[in-house]
């Protein structure tokens, strides 16, 4: 078997590490389908637990708090809202455009149990949302 460089192999695994990362940042801000063709991507999300609470992260960056509306509603925490240019861009030519326009929505799955909003705060391009988890 033939000796592996460790540069060749360090630079091979740094090229298959971007190339998983731009695979789930497509994935994460991936178009929807289905049942509301105004929603047009989703946001990714990380979720902790605590003994009392669960935390909800969700990453909008650009997105103004007053264009989030945040529910439970059974057994899922729904957040959506809308990104939207800024009118000081209107005129400008993109060269390139990463980050998702338009209306989100994005569906979290919560582990059973009741639980009530009792917090949330969307700073520097991070919504964190807690639920106290109601006994």
Same mark, same amino acid.
């Given at each position: 078997m033939a000796k592996t460089d460790p540069d060749t192999w360090m630079w091979e695994r740094a090229q298959a590490l971007l190339e998983e990362a731009d695979r789930r940042s497509r994935e994460f801000c991936r178009p929807i389908s289905g049942r509301d063709r105004r929603v047009c991507w989703q946001p990714p999300v990380d979720v902790y637990e605590? !003994?009392? !609470? /669960?935390w909800v992260l969700v990453a909008l960056p650009g997105v103004d708090a007053s264009r989030v509306e945040i529910l439970v509603e059974g057994s899922a925490l729904v957040v959506r809202g809308e990104r939207v240019h800024s009118p000081r861009l209107r005129d400008a030519l993109v060269h390139r455009m990463e980050i998702p326009q338009g209306r989100f929505e994005r569906r979290v799955v919560l582990k059973s149990g009741r639980y009530e909003l009792v917090e949330r705060d969307l700073a520097?391009?991070? /919504?964190s949302i807690r639920l106290k988890k109601v006994l």
């Open positions: 605590t !003994d009392t !609470d /669960l520097e391009g991070c /919504l």
